[in-house]
């Protein structure tokens, strides 16, 4: 399915690897994504590169895992001299679910993190996704002494019937008690996420479960790192709240398009996420994004890095990156990757490369800042648009939209408004079709 | 040398192609393997200089002993190579049999005909110069509406017919039983049918020998003066207008004058010839025979096909019978796809490629229209619905522009209450009814054959379209003809589709234009958020008129998206409101999840979410997509 892609340098073609990106690296880089692909089963929604390993590659695909971390490092420290070790500001490991992987494996791994990069920066933030059900007191143990400080776990709902549709396989009950072992073993940033619009979910139901999310929250004013909460001391202070999308070749969309269930209704879909933005706003989470809601200052710093076109490292199968207006994905499949890594010392085999290129890059400013509540600066996004020559048809879509009551344009940063955060995929599209030739 | 004139008619995939292939590697001692060098050198040539060959009428020489019930094949007798086609018999080689030395050689001149009845106009215009008709039906299927409309126009037109009764080498052939249908139906008697497969050759030398023996000769000249009928004519870029003709008295020749009895034009004959099937340059074509002509002709518009063509220095007092101008029956708009008023070059493209094809088919018309919902482009008229698909096809492929057909229209005949008679072709150009005395519509004779177990659910439909039931023919124990008269507006869209779903793919129909009749008819305004959307409106009787409206607004619901406000959509006559919708306001539009590995993907989706947008048409705010404009012709049952 992916293929890497073919690059020519010299006339020569070749296929593509996280070098030809890296090697362009100039400037300092203080994110990095990692990716573990393991789960223990396959969620029906998921399009996510995951899967059921039958085989005991966790070890392998440490070893590789670690070799493309040390290269990545060779890389930034290059673009930051003078530190031994270059330093980051967030570290995200996603997958598949992290905390499969052993707690020796995940040792080995955070010590060669902390001998490559340098985790020591103030306010750094190093999450790792958890499904509550294999959180142990052991590995969050592991996790926090190699600097993990924020953990994010997959609740999706707490409801048993609609986790059923979603073939997502956990006990709701053990959700709060995760967060509590998290909490108890000093990860101090905690958060969940919830889906709503799924097939046969009434509006209700969807109140009922983002209540209980919501029930789990840090009590106001204690602060960012304290635990504490309603429930026990396994309070978050962080909710991403994600309408069911069905994404291209996943169980889900076959089975909607086999007519097994009804999708949402718009209508339906719209009235929850409007209720979405005012309950948790009631419980003092504000939306910093489209679906993602945090406690004043509980933003996470490495999403807001995307949204923010800041450049980031990315280690493991299917990870991508954006480096030196560089993007591209490591290649998904596990043993490619491993092969890949293995060989050129620890480079990876890389998909869908896009080498730097002003257009793309402002357009995808555009629509990855209209999704966050700073929203964009417009000043800068018109300097950047002055080169293309699309300052002045920018602006005018950009007023545009502002007529339409869908975005704020005034005082130097373009916003979306409430309504304009329903409807930010076309605000987006709009913006970037000034760009299109 | 005798000569024999003769078309080859079918209803469509009987086999008038496949018979014809055989027939030319039967004859001219053309072998399989040179024949199909033959259409690699034409191919090449169309390749290095561009020109298209089409081959209208093909002359071939063949053998016969008179009286002789069974030829041999030219192809099983030795040529001597590179003599084809070679007037003299060829001296005998090694292998195979000489020429019978009694046999004579006769000139065969096959004219083809275009298949469908969208151009039975010009089929009939073929005919004419013909003497003969070899009827092609197939052996598995028996004799179809077009069977029966090309035999009776072959009929009307004095032509001797040879019934052949193609495809026995098929396992379900039923030959007797097909022949009896067309002893029954046509009046041909059975036994003068000939069984042949155009596949396999059987049956083949049978065949020739009934073209040289039962077509009569063509008729001697009736007046001194030279006269040829141009039966069809094509547009050659190298070579300007290639006419096809037939001389029916005296002699053309190259360098010669001649005069289009009809238009009135001269012209110098630049070139003669044959295609047999290469193209054959001659110096003169006599009485009775068929070639082509090329006089520095440049544009299509200066030939009528069924024009008389006679010298400049000795004109005929008469033209041969019969010149008619072809009548466009169907009419809709082209807009270039994105043609946005602001985008006028698309127009431009879209003038140039109608323009050019034009050169190549002068039987549609074309007009410029503006339309406030889709700018700029042409009102055109074809002869048929299968003539307009092929026109818009043609455009795309070959003049690569995108096209927004609307729906189509027949021609209505309004008469004011001030006397005056206008043609409407489009329905937004009718005036408002208070001026109105009659407004009239052309009325078809519809012919359907089909198994008899349909025929309720055909009177069904066909009554629901106001068809008038005329009569009924037996075709054999198992199928009829059912016979209307309908207004073509009701057949003109979808009714063959239906019929063919109605009859499980076994029915067939034809039709021919009556004449125009007045009827409760109503023009229906379509309202889009308000806004009255012309290329929307349409013509229907005024009790299908709710009906019809409401069925084209559900329609409208579907296709058009979702906006950010909800959009009225309104079905009026002379502005009172006889059906209404709604299509909701769109509650979103965002994705819920875009992190770092979307980033492409993402811009991707947007990008096109905005393609797709410039493919719609803006009518104040409502952004209708073109699909929509189709709609209209979906009339439901
Ligand atoms: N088996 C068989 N098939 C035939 C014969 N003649 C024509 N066909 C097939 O019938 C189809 C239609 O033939 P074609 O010559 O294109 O029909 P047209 O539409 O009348 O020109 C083609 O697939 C031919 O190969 C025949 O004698 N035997
Ligand atoms: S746990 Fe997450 S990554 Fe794994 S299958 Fe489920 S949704 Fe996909
Ligand atoms: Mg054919």
């Given at each position: 399915m992916h293929q890497t892609t073919a690059i020519t340098v010299g006339g020569q073609s070749r296929p593509a690897t996280s070098e030809d990106g890296l090697s362009a690296l100039s400037t300092p880089v203080r994110s990095l994504y990692a990716h573990v692909p393991f789960c223990f089963h396959k969620c029906h929604y998921c399009d996510f590169y995951s899967f059921v390993d039958s085989q005991d590659r966790q070890p392998a695909f440490t070893d590789a895992l670690i070799s493309e971390i040390r290269t990545l490092a060779r890389h930034a420290r290059r673009a930051s001299p003078g530190s031994a070790r270059p330093p980051l500001d967030t570290v995200f490991v996603g997958g598949g679910t992290p905390s499969l992987l052993r707690p020796d494996l995940w040792h080995r791994l955070l010590a060669a993190l902390n001998e490559a990069f340098d985790l020591s920066a103030p306010g750094l933030e190093f999450t790792v996704e958890c499904n509550p059900e294999t959180v142990t007191p052991e590995l969050i143990a592991t996790l926090r002494a190699g600097g993990v400080n924020r953990v994010s776990m997959g609740?999706?709902?707490?409801?048993t019937t609609h986790l059923k549709t979603l073939e997502r396989w956990h006990d709701p009950e053990n959700v709060p008690r995760a967060l509590e072992i998290a909490a108890a073993g000093g990860i101090p940033r905690r958060s969940i996420d919830l889906i709503f619009a799924i097939p046969g979910q009434s509006l209700t139901d969807w109140e009922t479960d983002l209540a209980r999310g919501l029930s789990l929250c840090t009590p106001a004013g204690r602060g960012i790192g304290r635990s504490g909460g309603l429930e026990g001391s396994g309070g978050v202070e962080h909710i991403s709240c994600y309408a069911l999308t069905y994404e291209p070749n996943t169980a889900m969309t076959r089975r909607l398009a086999r007519g097994e269930f009804a999708a949402a209704p718009d209508d339906l879909e719209a009235r929850m996420y409007e209720r979405t933005v005012e309950l948790c706003a009631e419980r003092g989470f504000g939306r910093y994004e489209v679906s993602n809601f945090a406690q004043p200052g509980a933003e996470s710093r490495h999403n807001l890095a995307y949204w923010r076109q800041q450049q980031w490292l990315a280690a493991g199968p299917s990870a991508s990156a954006h480096v030196a207006g560089w993007r591209w994905k490591n290649v998904p499949r596990l043993t490619d990757w491993m092969q890949g890594v293995e060989r050129s010392g620890g480079y990876a085999p890389a998909a869908d490369v896009e080498p730097p290129d002003p257009r793309r890059a402002l357009a995808e400013r555009l629509m990855m800042g209209v999704r966050i509540a700073e929203g964009l600066p417009g000043h800068e996004i018109l300097a950047a648009a002055e080169s293309l020559g699309a300052r002045d048809t920018l602006r005018r879509e950009a007023e545009r939209q502002e007529r339409k009551g869908l975005l704020r344009v005034s005082g130097g940063r373009w916003t979306l408004t409430d309504r304009g955060f329903l409807f930010a995929d076309g605000v987006a599209a709009e913006l970037m079709s000034v760009l299109q030739r | 040398m005798h000569i024999r004139n003769f078309s080859i008619i079918a209803h469509i995939d009987h086999g008038k192609s496949t018979l014809a292939d055989r027939l030319l590697t039967s004859t001219n001692a053309v072998s399989e393997r040179e024949a199909r060098e033959q259409m690699l050198d034409s191919m090449d040539l169309e390749r290095e200089r561009g020109i298209t060959i089409k081959a209208s009428a093909v002359t071939v020489t063949h053998h016969h002993v008179p009286g002789s019930k069974l030829d041999q094949l030219e192809s099983d007798v030795e040529a001597t190579p590179g003599e084809a086609p070679a007037p003299a018999p060829a001296k005998p080689k090694k292998g195979k049999p000489a020429y019978d030395p009694r046999s004579e050689l006769y000139m065969l001149n096959f004219i083809d005909t275009p298949g469908h009845v969208d151009f039975s106009y010009e089929v009939s215009r073929a005919l004419t110069a013909c003497e003969g008709a070899i009827l092609v039906v197939d052996s598995t299927q028996g004799v179809e509406a077009q069977t029966v409309a090309n035999a009776f126009m072959a009929m009307e037109n004095n032509l001797t017919l040879i019934p052949v009764v193609n495809k026995i080498d098929l396992p379900s052939a039923d030959p007797d039983r097909v022949a009896m249908e067309i002893e029954q139906v046509l009046g041909l008697p059975a036994e003068d049918c000939i069984y042949v497969s155009a596949k396999s050759g059987i049956g083949i030398p049978e065949l020739l020998a009934a073209i040289c023996d039962r077509l009569p000769a063509p008729r001697q000249p009736e007046v001194s003066q030279t006269r040829a009928l141009i039966f069809d004519s094509h547009y050659d870029d190298y070579r300007g207008v290639v006419i096809y003709i037939r001389v029916f008295d005296g002699r053309l020749r190259v360098g010669e004058k001649i005069r289009m009895m009809g238009t009135g034009r001269t012209f110098q004959v630049t070139e003669l010839g044959k295609y047999t099937p290469k193209p054959m340059k001659v110096e003169s074509l006599g009485p009775g025979e068929t070639g082509y002509l090329v006089a520095n002709i440049k544009t299509l518009k200066d030939v009528r096909v069924g024009d008389t063509i006679t010298l400049d220095t000795d004109p005929a007092p008469k033209p041969l019978p019969g010149y008619k101008e072809p009548r466009q029956m169907v009419f809709c708009d082209f807009y270039p796809t994105s043609g946005s008023a602001a985008k006028g070059n698309d127009f431009e493209e879209l003038r140039e490629a109608i323009t050019k094809l034009s050169l190549n088919d002068a039987s549609f018309t074309f007009v410029p229209v503006h339309s406030e919902a889709l700018g700029f482009g042409f009102r055109c008229g074809f002869l048929g619905l299968l003539h307009m698909d092929i026109i818009q096809e043609r455009l795309e492929r070959e003049g690569g522009v995108e096209i927004i057909q609307t729906a189509p229209t027949v021609t209505y005949e309004l008469e004011k209450t001030d006397g005056e008679v206008l043609q409407i072709t489009n329905p937004a150009e009718l005036p408002d009814g208070s001026v109105w005395k009659e407004l009239r519509e052309p009325i078809v004779r519809l012919d359907i054959m089909t198994p008899k177990e349909f025929i309720g659910d055909i009177m069904a439909m066909c009554g629901n379209r106001r068809g008038i039931y005329k009569g009924q023919t037996v075709v054999s124990e198992s199928r009829q003809i059912l016979e209307y008269e309908i207004p073509l507006a009701e057949i003109i869209y979808d009714f063959f589709d239906k019929l063919k779903s109605i009859t499980r793919g076994y029915g067939t129909m034809d039709y021919h234009l009556l004449g125009f009749k007045a009827d409760r008819l109503a023009k229906v305004d379509i309202l889009v958020n308000g806004d009255p959307v012309e290329a929307l409106s349409l013509i229907c009787h005024r009790d299908n008129a709710e009906y019809r409206g409401r069925q084209l607004l559900v329609r409208l619901r579907e296709e058009i998206p979702r906006h950010q406000f909800e959009i009225p959509l309104q079905a009026a006559i002379g502005g009172k409101i006889i059906a209404r919708e709604t299509i909701k306001s769109m509650r979103k539009n965002v994705t819920a999840k875009c992190y770092g590995g979307d980033v492409s993907r993402k811009r991707k989706l947007l990008e096109k979410q905005k393609e797709g947008k410039k493919r719609m048409k803006a009518i104040g705010s409502v952004e209708i997509p073109q699909e929509a404009f189709m709609a209209v012709l979906d009339q439901g049952e």
């Open positions: 609740a999706q709902s707490f409801n | -």
